[in-house]
């Protein structure tokens, strides 16, 4: 491990709490780290210590934010199937997905960072998901758990949207009919990892308009929902 | 349970048979109805004018203690003249039985009257015969869709609707598309001595 592309890390005393190393693990995108002024000593700890530095901890803004995002990621449970009773003991304790944070599901859109759709969507709840998923604050991530709602799973017919990615923007899809627990709990840590990722230079949406803007070039899909 | 006599809550032997309450149905609407037709046990009755079905269906209910509506169900003869025929599936519960009743509907005409009437329970069931079959039902207290939304242009269940769906939009209310079908539909067939023969595949009866 390289500690900003400058000096290795030597954490030996320090190597309970070594926050801005902590955070070095996502920042993936090394060219953008601005470099250190002075060079580092190489027998220079490179953690954080209270004794010395005090108050203060250097880090970077994106992955301090990020850092905060991803690990209290309130999931907005759009139950609408069988999945969902996988989804409800992903919550409960066998399970226990508090466990990363996210065991505050809230039936309210805007106090919901991750939609998880647990279920067959159908079109006429197609509309109800969207403007749902609208209403939930920026920044905002969807997980499509079961294959009903990655791809409309066995229901190949007039009643059921094919992928719940024909109306919104979904960031990890689940495999299974229904997926266990243990599934949604990895899609839960996957996604933590897509989220302390995101640099905040782009535009937290940019990646979704990309995405929107690819389902409106295929003319099978619905270009875009009027709600 | 056959040659086993039904019994009621307080223990009395129930004599009546379906046959018994088809023939006594027959005395008094012995022109509009046909002969009992007994199918491994179950008994129909053919009413040849859906008009009377209201009279029919209170009768059923008032004299023969049909008290229980089971359900509506509705055919599409796709091709065939009556089109559409409607099936009443009919219980007792202080006889313990069942019996069947089917009248034919024109594509023209694709009306009836309700018997939401005489059993209230047939509101839904009517509502959903005239969203996936297109039938209305004459006098109906609250004849909208139930399943598809208001403005939907199309009979789901009708035979010549595809499977895949047509695409269609109303909007602010819903949209649909066509599902890829892939070649399918996907067919089951039961009693396959392994998974692979028994999931779902494409099969098309004519290859």
Known sequence: ?227 | MIGVKPIDCHGVVIDMTPLDLAKKLRENFGEVLSEPVEFRGEITLKLSDAERIVDVCAATKKELGFDYLVDITSIDNYGEDPRFTIVYHLYGYGHRCHLRLKTDVGEEKSELPTISGVWRTADWHEREIYDMMGVRFRGHPDLRRILMWDGYPYFPLRKDFPLSGKPSDAPGTGFTRTAPLEGGPFVTVPGGKDTIEREPRVRNPEE
């Open chain 1, 1 to 227: 491990m390289t500690g900003f592309g400058v000096e290795p890390i030597a954490c030996e005393k320090n190597h309970k709490f070594n926050l801005p190393a902590f955070f070095d693990l996502f920042s993936l995108d090394l060219a953008t780290v601005p470099p250190r002024l002075t060079p580092m000593p190489s027998t220079t700890e490179f953690g954080y210590d209270s004794k010395i530095e005090g108050d203060v901890i250097h880090t970077r803004l994106d992955a301090t934010l990020n850092w905060f995002r991803k690990n209290s990621l309130w999931p907005m449970p759009m139950g609408l199937a069988c999945c969902a009773i996988e989804l409800m003991a992903a919550g409960a304790s066998r399970f226990d997905i508090s466990r990363f944070g996210s065991e505050v599901m809230r039936f309210s859109p805007r106090q919901s960072d991750v939609m998880i759709v647990a279920g067959t969507v159908t079109y006429k709840m197609a509309l109800a998901v969207r403007r749902i998923y609208d209403q939930m604050a920026e920044p905002k991530w969807v997980i499509a758990m079961g294959a009903c709602a990655s791809t409309g799973g066995m229901y190949r017919s007039y009643a059921v949207v094919q992928g719940v990615d024909k109306l919104v923007p979904v960031d990890v899809y689940v495999a299974g009919c229904p997926p266990r627990p243990e599934a949604l709990l990895d899609a839960l840590l996957k996604l933590q990892t897509k989220v302390a990722r995101e640099p905040l230079t782009q535009a937290p949406n940019a990646s979704r308009q990309n995405e929107e803007a690819a389902r409106a070039a295929r003319p099978t899909e619905p270009a875009a929902v009027q709600v």
